[in-house]
């Protein structure tokens, strides 16, 4: 199993240029989030989905898109890029409601 | 609101001292409970949780008992190494929707 991978690793973008912040899990998990961490404020949710085709809006959903077509992709967009999204974004993925959550290594994004 | 709150850092210590990392929550019901590590440059990673009052979780020397009377989850270790500093994470888990609600994260040093 290589359990939540995200991609890219690092990632430096123009303000306003879009990309797309990969993650994939092959455990079968239902439950999938998007986190953002920045300095003093521990993980923010951005976008979380329950299921395949299921999504729903976090904490700080502003700025980002997701989809789940499947159950082991959810990627995550950003449409415009702004310097206030400069963070690190964590993915995360749990079997069940009441299960361990399993990270990924994260992507770090620098927005000039 | 739904939120956790965490001793502020960094927390310097010598190899071998005891180590105490407070963690409050404020949250409807009784919540699971969970405590999370993250090493330099990774992920994070579940060290251990508590899913009702009086639970005591433990892990590689960790514990932290569920505290409903003062809504805490303090994270205790009789004697420390190196190798355990990182930064630790306190977290709850929401009835609304089984997200996690995240404190902002407590950076342990641990000096030979």
């Known amino acids: 199993n290589a359990g939540v991978t995200q991609t890219p690793k690092f990632q430096v973008l123009k303000t306003g240029q879009s990309m797309t912040l990969q993650c994939a899990q092959d455990?079968?998990?239902?439950?999938m989030s998007w986190y953002r961490q920045d300095p003093g404020m521990g993980l923010r949710l951005i976008h979380y989905?329950?299921?395949?085709?299921?999504?729903d809006q976090g904490e700080v959903p502003n700025g980002y898109n997701v989809s789940r077509s499947t159950t082991e992709d959810f990627p995550l967009r950003l449409l415009s890029a702004a310097p206030s999204q400069t963070s690190v974004y964590f993915c995360?993925?749990?079997?069940?409601?009441?299960?361990?959550?399993?990270f990924g290594p994260g992507t770090r994004l620098l927005v000039l | 609101g739904n939120s956790v709150t965490q001793m502020e850092g960094p927390v310097t210590l010598s190899e071998e001292a005891f180590l105490t990392i407070n963690c409050t929550y404020t949250a409807t019901g009784y919540p699971s409970l969970f405590w999370y590590v993250q090493y330099p440059g990774e992920g994070l990673q579940l060290l251990l949780k508590a899913t009702k009052a009086d639970d005591k979780g433990s892990n590689k020397g960790f514990e932290a008992t569920y505290r409903k009377e003062t809504t805490s989850f303090h994270l205790e270790k009789g004697s420390v190494q190196v190798s355990d500093s990182a930064v630790y994470f306190c977290a709850h888990l929401m009835d609304s929707n089984y997200q996690l609600i995240w404190g902002a994260g407590t950076k342990l040093i641990i000096k030979p």
């Open positions: 989905s329950v299921g395949a085709g299921i999504t």
């Open positions: 455990m079968n998990h239902e439950y």
């Open positions: 995360a993925s749990r079997g069940t409601i009441q299960e361990t959550q399993y």
